[in-house]
């Protein structure tokens, strides 16, 4: 991708991530409900592998591959864009790794430091995304249209709501699963859970919030039209609901109430910082930026996922990571910003001129616009230089921050990657495609498209 392309739509995304870490732990889909993939815990290199828990089958994906090509758009080699299910998302808190399996319905606990299985629930349908631990809950959603609340310790179900209407079942992946299945996670933050319900357009969805400790409905809103598909995400104001293909929706939070929909090329990779929402991966692997009151995507550029700290940002495409200071790009936007506001008014101050203007002022404001076109043209040039370094990359499919040390996977190996410079500090083998990380306690955790979870820990 163009150098300066790249760096010019960055400025949507060089901040940090709404929502604060939520202390020790790795508590939901990538640490927090921004999405952020970053959490203040290091890890200690090298390290080594602790254990590895295969699942007897591999997780069976709702939605597989896109066709090869778009033939009503001419777009080929498509990215997948519903993906949230490809791996056994993971989450660690308080010495435990939580999962819940599309392959045999089930929420997994396992003893962080063996791998051993503490205990484990059914549902009644595929689990497809990841579950959310809060305050010694265990927070899953199913493909049987149900929200289940267990005990962390021991497993035990404390409250379960059918979110469904009916119980109505159709065959999908030659599975049974409700017409209203459970497939954006559940979201809790303070004393609320979020999430939806439905899959199919001319059925309904619903966007539900909960009583956490209770399960007392707070409030529940159709959703017409609509496939809520991919992990809320959540600002002090605004629920996301991620549409698998289609861009994400956005909800007051308060009350459920619509507010407006997201234009884009769409997907169920959402990250939410505190000036800006990302969603894709789209037809050819892109994310749109979107502002926090805007409809149509501000920006769109290649990338497969993205980190964020106060001084930089790191983003991986199939083949490349790098990273860009946003400080010093702020300072030079904020004057090209200023200095474009500028020509637009001094261009449309021209267009109003009237045929009896004197030749000298039309002269006058047209030397103006010359020069600062001239301007722009130089803070436009400096801005390239904002890239701190990149390098080739050959771990495409996950990156998360751990203190100051890049992790990211790829094809059966995972990567310890320096934030200075991009080098790799330290690989280990995994078995397949590395697809979602965690990291807590110096623990960090590896799940694959083949159903293996990986451990690895200081030597």
């Known amino acids: 991708m163009n150098r300066q392309r790249r760096v010019g739509l960055m400025i949507l995304i060089g901040v940090w991530p709404c929502a604060p870490a939520q202390g020790e732990g790795w508590p939901t889909y990538r640490h927090d409900h921004a999405r952020s993939g970053v959490t203040s815990e290091s890890v200690t290199l090298p390290l080594t592998e602790a254990w590895t828990f295969a699942s007897k089958y591999p997780p069976q994906p709702a939605w597989l591959g896109p066709a090869r090509r778009d033939g009503w758009h001419k777009v080929d080699n498509l990215k997948p864009r519903v993906i949230f299910d490809w791996a056994f998302h993971v989450v660690l808190q308080d010495g435990a790794v939580y999962f819940g399996s599309s392959a045999d319905d089930k929420v997994y606990c396992l003893d962080a430091a063996t791998g051993r299985e503490r205990w484990a629930f059914f549902t009644d349908g595929p689990i497809r995304l990841a579950p959310t631990v809060h305050d010694g809950r265990v927070y899953i959603g199913s493909d049987d249209g149900q929200v289940y609340c267990l005990d962390a310790n021991n497993g035990k179900l404390k409250w379960s709501h059918h979110l469904a209407p009916s119980l109505r079942q159709v065959a999908g992946n030659g599975r049974m699963m409700s ?33 956490a400790e209770t399960g007392k409905e707070l409030w529940k809103h159709t959703l017409d039209q609509l496939s809520p598909q991919g992990y809320l995400l959540a600002s002090p104001q605004r629920l996301y609901v991620p549409t698998g293909r289609g861009a994400p929706m956005v909800f007051n939070r308060a009350d459920g109430k619509f507010v407006h929909a997201l234009s884009g090329s769409g997907g169920a990779f959402c990250v939410l910082t505190d000036n800006a929402i990302l969603s894709g991966p789209g037809k050819v692997g892109t994310l749109d930026a979107f502002t926090d009151d805007g409809r149509d995507p501000l ?56 045929a009896e203007v004197k030749a000298a002022d039309r002269d006058a404001l047209l030397e103006k616009i010359d020069g600062l076109k001239l301007e722009i043209a130089q803070v436009s040039a400096a801005i390239p230089t904002c890239i701190a370094w990149e390098r080739p990359c050959k771990y495409p499919y996950s990156l998360i921050l751990a203190g100051d040390t890049l992790l990211a996977g790829g094809t059966n190996e995972v990567a310890a990657l320096s934030t200075r410079d991009g080098r790799t500090l330290w690989t280990d083998a995994v078995a397949g495609r590395a697809l979602d990380l965690a990291v807590a306690d110096g623990v960090l955790i590896v799940s694959t498209d083949r159903g293996t979870l990986h451990a690895f820990r200081a030597n």
């Open 179 to 211: 017409l209203w299945p459970v497939r954006s996670g559940v979201l809790v933050d303070d004393k609320t859970a979020y999430c939806t319900a439905g899959l199919f357009a001319f059925e309904g969805a619903f966007l539900c919030a909960f009583d």
């Open 299 to 354: 920006a769109t550029f290649r990338g497969n996922q993205i980190v964020v700290t106060p001084r930089m940002s790191y983003l991986h495409t199939d083949t490349e990571l790098s990273a860009l200071d946003r400080v010093r790009f702020f300072e030079l936007n904020r004057k090209r910003r200023d200095l474009v506001r500028e020509n637009e008014a001094a261009a449309k101050q021209l267009k109003e001129l009237g």
